[in-house]
């Protein structure tokens, strides 16, 4: 049977932990039975020391010694042991060494004796219960304040008057990677980014001078990884403090906020640059026109035509700021109605052969497409696509559109012959604000488009991909699923086998693992669908290993990647799945989305990717859980 080294040392921590918790539970029953022997020896000791001493001190009361017992048991065994105690020593006393020896019976000068010994036991008992408790509210309320420090504040990090670090919390491996005991050791030109030091140093060094002075600084600093992130602390001078005596810093890591706050202020600079100039290009051409309308009409009314395609860019910039604040607030709403998709392609791609007559548009479509969608939100998103087509090819004339039916989904793309994207901008082309570096200097948007366009495809349970090749061309597909189009109903044994139009999965018995073949295009919905099936298969035949074959895929979504990473695995390792063999699509936008999955993988499932199916396969076949 093969082991793998993982396996070795997880088995190794596994038997460590579980001395470890053998010790524990030992320790605890010592100190329980310790509770009861405790006041046992002690009686015992006094006894004998009584008995032994009777002969130098003569053959005086024992109260003085028994209380102590009492006292003793008290302490270590609690007030109810103490008065246990307390009753067995009244009851030795008696016996042993009050006349007459060896009877109960107890002469009445001794009653006041007696009381008094009970009495002041009993008083013992209950002050060490009152003790006990008011030690256990002020632990409890200590771990709560240290808790509540620790966990509440991103970080707490206490210096002496020397700025030297005391106490570093827990937080801080979180944030910068190193330990608590490491981050003390470690001076402000280590930690605090060259061109912030001097600043950052002037403020801590302020703050130290005064008592009661505080200040927020705010820098780069340096992580254990050689990572940067941008650090801001409340620093606070206690030095002289009842209590606190030292200098405060409360740290919270505040990169993503930074980063947001310049991705805005770049944002603004670029939406203010785009509104600016088609509204001079509609001033400039406003005024020529004016001066020409009567001397040459001709030229007025082209000069007029150009200013209203600014106008109509205005104010489709102006929409996109909208519907971006609306997506943001989930308030961008459709209205759902039945109409063929077909005739909104030719509508808009007439509207655009008479807007760019420059340019050839070549349209293949089917006569009939049904879909229940938003009417304006889809050719919102076609004209988008068509728009960036002719910004994008400067070189080129020629778009391609077109449009076909598949498995209930109409497929629309949109070709162009222009600069292309490289495989590294590929992923992100569908975030918000996300512009390709070197066509943003050349081209004018906000980054905005694409991101509209995912949202509305979303939101019509529809799917997005492209394929680019930088310098050859860009093609943005789109699908959205037809009405009234039945899905194909699943054929199962519920037990070895499933399969419906987006997924195929099969179990091998004999070699205990599952295969599992994704057919043909996917959506976030056949995504989530398929996933829980699989995951109910797993679960009902104990598979360990999964032979997962996206090979024949198309499209997929960027946040099922994320939940395939963060939740889905999480869950298949958790209903016993050890290792999973992955075998690529050949489309390269779907490959993007299974590396995220792969990429945000928490679970310790080990998986491997393959380009052949062959090579996936023998490679689980070898692959055996250690049981
Ligand atoms: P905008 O075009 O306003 O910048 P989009 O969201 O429509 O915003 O596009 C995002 C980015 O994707 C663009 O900045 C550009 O870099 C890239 N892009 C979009 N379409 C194409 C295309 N057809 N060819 C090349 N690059 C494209």
Redesign the pocket.
């Known amino acids: 049977m093969k082991i793998r080294n993982k396996w070795l040392s997880t088995k190794f921590l596994l038997l460590k932990s579980e001395q470890i918790c053998n010790f524990r539970r030992f320790m605890r029953q010592f100190q329980q039975t310790a509770k009861y022997l405790f006041p046992i020896a002690l009686i015992l000791l006094a006894t004998l020391a009584k008995y032994s001493f009777t002969g130098i001190l003569g053959n005086r009361t024992p109260f003085l010694l028994y209380s102590g017992v009492v006292i003793g048991a008290t302490w270590y065994s609690g007030w109810r042991i103490g008065l246990l105690t307390n009753f067995i020593c009244l009851l030795l006393v008696v016996y042993l060494f009050l006349e007459p020896i060896g009877s109960f019976y107890i002469q009445p000068r001794l009653y006041v004796h007696l009381l008094i010994f009970t009495l002041q036991n009993v008083l013992v008992a209950l002050m060490g219960y009152a003790l006990q408790e008011a030690l256990r509210k002020s632990r409890a309320a200590e771990s709560k304040v240290k808790l509540l420090l620790e966990e509440a504040c991103d970080l707490l990090v206490l210096r002496n008057e020397n700025g030297k670090a005391i106490y570093v919390s827990p937080k801080v491996t979180e944030i910068t990677g190193y330990t608590p005991e490491e981050y003390m050791e470690l001076t402000f030109d280590r930690l605090v980014e060259p061109e912030h030091l001097e600043m950052f140093k002037e403020k801590i060094e302020s703050v130290m001078a005064k008592p009661n002075e505080r200040q927020t600084v705010k820098s780069l600093f340096r992580c254990k990884n050689g990572g940067l992130k941008w650090l801001e602390g409340d620093v606070y001078n206690y030095l002289e403090r009842p209590g606190i005596n030292a200098i405060v810093s409360h740290i919270k890591d505040v990169t993503s906020r930074i980063q947001l706050e310049t991705q805005k202020d770049e944002f603004i600079g670029m939406a203010s640059h785009e509104l600016k100039t088609p509204i001079t290009n509609i001033k400039g051409f406003t005024t020529l026109a004016k001066s020409a309308i009567r001397t040459n009409p001709e030229k007025a009314e082209a000069l007029l035509g150009r200013s209203e395609v600014n106008i109509k860019r205005l104010g489709r910039l102006v929409n996109d700021l909208l519907d971006i604040s609306k997506i943001n607030t989930g308030r961008l709403s459709y209205e759902f109605q039945l109409f063929n998709l077909s005739s909104l392609i030719q509508e808009v791609v007439q509207s655009f052969i008479l807007t760019y007559p420059g340019h050839t548009f070549t349209l293949e479509t089917v006569p009939l497409a049904i879909i229940n969608g938003d009417r304006f939100r889809l050719e919102q998103v076609i004209t988008?696509l068509i728009d960036?087509?002719i910004?994008?090819?400067p070189e080129s004339r020629s778009i391609v559109i077109k449009q076909e039916l598949k498995e209930g989904k109409a497929i629309v793309s949109v070709q162009?012959f222009?600069?292309?994207?490289s495989e590294e901008?590929l992923k992100h082309?569908f975030d918000r604000f996300?512009?390709?570096d070197a066509?943003?200097m050349r081209?004018q948007?906000?980054?905005?488009?694409?991101?509209i366009a995912s949202d509305i495809l979303k939101n019509h349970k529809g799917n997005f991909w492209v394929e680019?090749k930088q310098g050859e061309g860009?093609t943005?597909f789109f699908i959205v699923p037809l009405q009234g189009y039945s899905k194909e109903l699943a054929v199962t044994d519920h037990a070895t086998f499933y399969h419906n139009s987006s997924i195929s999965i099969h179990y091998h018995s004999k070699e205990n693992y599952l295969e599992v073949k994704w057919i043909g295009i996917q959506t976030k919905e056949t995504v989530n669908e398929s996933g829980l099936k699989i995951l109910e298969f797993v679960r009902k035949t104990k598979a360990t290993r999964v032979y997962n074959d996206n090979s024949e895929v198309i499209g997929n979504w960027s946040d099922t990647s994320d939940h395939g990473g963060k939740v889905w695995f999480p869950a298949m390792a958790e209903v016993g799945v050890s290792f999973f063999a992955w075998v690529m699509s050949k489309d390269r936008f779907s490959n993007m989305a299974a590396m995220r999955s792969y990429d945000m993988n928490k679970s310790n499932i080990l998986i491997k990717l393959f380009d052949r199916q062959e090579e996936a396969v023998s490679w689980l076949l070898e692959q055996e859980v250690d049981v």
């Open positions: 988008n960036n087509a910004k994008y090819s162009d222009g600069i292309g994207i901008h082309i996300y512009r390709v066509s943003s081209f948007g906000l980054g905005l488009g694409l991101f680019s860009s943005f």
